[in-house]
């Protein structure tokens, strides 16, 4: 069975950090692209950072480019996202996503609140 689990979400100040977490297990992980979207209200679900399965190639939206640093431990079959200067505009329902094709896997999703 198939399981991808985010964790570390939460309400946080603007300029403060939070670490996401996603554990996955039920399939051959070190073979899969990690990704994180997210959803903010009233909006579409957009990509905001993606790692190859080596870890070699990594890519970021330009609203997080510079602020939020995704990794990944093949050992521990997990995927991290570390949010930092984070943003009112980063609130969002934020979901950790793997994909080879044609196999495509989504978690249920952690909230992060950005607000005073």
């Known amino acids: 069975q198939v399981q991808l689990v985010e964790s570390g979400g939460g309400l946080v100040q603007p300029g403060g950090s939070l670490r996401l977490s996603c554990a996955a297990s039920?399939?051959?992980?070190?073979?899969?692209?990690m990704n994180w979207h997210r959803q903010a209200p009233g909006k579409e679900r957009e990509l905001v950072a993606s790692?190859?399965?080596?870890?070699?190639?990594?890519n970021y939206a330009d609203s997080v480019k510079g602020r939020f640093t995704i990794s990944r431990d093949n050992a521990k079959n997990a995927v991290y996202f570390q949010m930092n200067s984070l943003k009112p505009e980063d609130t969002a329902v934020y979901y950790c996503?793997?994909?080879?094709?044609?196999?495509?896997?989504w978690g249920q999703g952690t909230q992060v609140t950005v607000s005073s």
């Open positions: 996503n793997a994909r080879s094709n044609p196999f495509d896997y």
């Open positions: 039920g399939f051959t992980f070190a073979a899969y692209f």
């Open positions: 790692i190859s399965p080596a870890g070699g190639r990594i």
